[in-house]
């Protein structure tokens, strides 16, 4: 059996905290590591406990979640712990800080139990997660922007057809990568891509991997946004 996910969770309600602990580790794959009740204790513990996931709230006193989100990911670099913003207020402000800081998931904390766990199982596979009510927002929000930078098509000598009106680019993706990159477009996880074009998870794992490194983007919500806007979707 592979190790249980680690779980970290920061809010300042510690009635919260126990409702979050009892869903989560009632699930045999995961195990909550440690709590906090602002975002200076988030840093902290993300340090010394090293946690797969955090589970981060927004408003909080002292450091709020997401200054709290970004001291994380910029002190964690690479492999650090996935953070999945949970948070009561559906605002744009926060949603938009949440990804800028680097945040692997934003869910509000109206959705039911399944939902926390399924957003903690995402992100510890290194995927990205946003709540259905914010996924049109950040689509359209990113979308409607004049695209900027190189634009993905597949490789010299692809099957690909032609799409004449699209931009021409830098980022070599194969065909195959363009297809995996199409499908995250359409918010479609790895085991419907799988299905989508008959490979294996783990190959699909493989080219996500490829094309956030070809395209520079931090994950898959980045990726998402890239397609949209150069009119891969």
Request: glycine share 8%; with cysteine; net charge negative.
């Given at each position: 059996?592979s190790?249980?996910?680690?779980?970290?969770?920061?809010?300042?309600h510690?009635?919260m905290?126990?409702?979050?602990?009892?869903?989560?580790?009632a699930?045999?794959d995961?195990?909550?590591v440690?709590?906090?009740?602002?975002?200076?204790?988030?840093?902290?513990?993300?340090s010394?406990?090293?946690?797969?996931?955090?589970?981060?709230?927004?408003?909080?006193p002292g450091m709020?979640?997401?200054?709290?989100?970004?001291?994380?990911?910029?002190e964690?670099?690479?492999?650090?712990?996935a953070?999945?913003?949970?948070?009561?207020f559906?605002?744009?402000?926060?949603?938009?800080?949440?990804?800028?800081?680097?945040?692997s998931?934003?869910?509000?904390?109206?959705?039911?139990?399944?939902d926390?766990?399924?957003?903690v199982?995402?992100?510890?596979?290194?995927?990205?997660?946003?709540a259905p009510?914010?996924?049109k927002r950040?689509?359209?929000?990113?979308?409607?922007?004049?695209?900027?930078g190189?634009?993905?098509?597949?490789?010299?000598?692809?099957?690909?057809?032609?799409?004449?009106?699209e931009?021409?680019?830098?980022v070599?993706?194969?065909?195959r990568?363009?297809?995996?990159?199409?499908?995250?477009?359409?918010?479609?996880s790895?085991?419907?891509?799988a299905?989508?074009?008959?490979?294996?998870?783990?190959?699909?794992?493989?080219h996500v991997?490829?094309?956030?490194?070809?395209?520079?983007?931090?994950?898959?919500?980045?990726?998402?946004?890239?397609?949209?806007r150069?009119?891969?979707?």
């Open positions: 059996m190790a249980p996910i680690r779980v970290l969770l920061v809010d300042d510690a009635v905290r126990a409702g979050f602990r009892m869903i989560l580790e699930q045999d995961i195990i909550v440690g709590e906090a009740g602002d975002g200076e204790g988030a840093v902290a513990q993300a010394a406990l090293s946690p797969d996931v955090i589970c981060m709230d927004v408003q909080m709020d979640g997401l200054d709290a989100t970004a001291r994380i990911v910029e964690s670099g690479p492999g650090g712990p953070v999945v913003v949970v948070t009561t559906d605002r744009d402000d926060y949603l938009f800080r949440a990804l800028a800081a680097g945040a998931g934003f869910l509000l904390k109206n959705a039911g139990p399944e926390l766990v399924a957003a199982r995402v992100a510890a596979a290194g995927d990205a997660l946003l009510e914010v996924t950040v689509i359209e929000r990113f979308a409607a922007a004049p695209p900027s190189p634009v993905a098509t597949p490789r010299e000598g692809s099957r690909e057809p032609d799409r004449r009106d931009p021409r680019i830098a070599d993706l194969t065909e990568e363009t297809e995996v990159l199409r499908l995250l477009a359409d918010a479609r790895n085991a419907e891509i299905a989508a074009l008959y490979i294996g998870e783990a190959t699909v794992k493989t991997s490829n094309v956030l490194q070809k395209l520079g983007a931090r994950d898959r919500v980045a990726a998402v946004v890239f397609a949209h150069h009119g891969l979707a």
